[in-house]
């Protein structure tokens, strides 16, 4: 079981920035997993934001965000960044980092608890 661990939310004016982090608890590596960042808002679905391969040679964004965020990873420190630029008030959310993989013979998907981000006008 992997436990994944986002840190980093806040809340940030407007064109401001912020960046968050996921890692694994209890030191497990996720540099065998796939990596996304997904939101959601109060009275909407879960949205995916981007996306980073295990070894962080492709990546994917949303409509919304392409042009601002930024999702990178740096496997030797474990760990996997969405960088935010140009923040609006869209952007408001809990935002989530999804990790699907293997650790040897156990695959699976994993969840991390969430961190709230606030942009305000």
């Known amino acids: 079981q992997v436990q994944l661990v986002e840190s980093g939310g806040g809340s ?19 540099s065998n997993y796939a990596i996304s960042w997904y939101r959601q808002a109060p009275g909407w679905e879960r949205e995916l934001v981007a996306t980073i391969t295990p070894a962080g040679d492709s990546t994917n964004y949303g409509d919304s965000v392409k042009g601002r965020f930024t999702i990178s990873r740096d496997n030797h420190l474990n760990l996997v960044y969405l960088q935010m630029d140009s923040l609006k008030p869209e952007d408001t959310a809990v935002y989530y980092c999804y990790g699907r993989g293997c650790s040897g013979s156990v695959c699976g998907n994993y969840w991390g608890q969430g961190t709230q981000v606030t942009v305000s006008s």
């Open 12 to 30: 940030v004016q407007s064109g401001g920035s912020l960046r968050l982090s996921c890692t694994a608890s209890r030191s497990r590596s996720i």
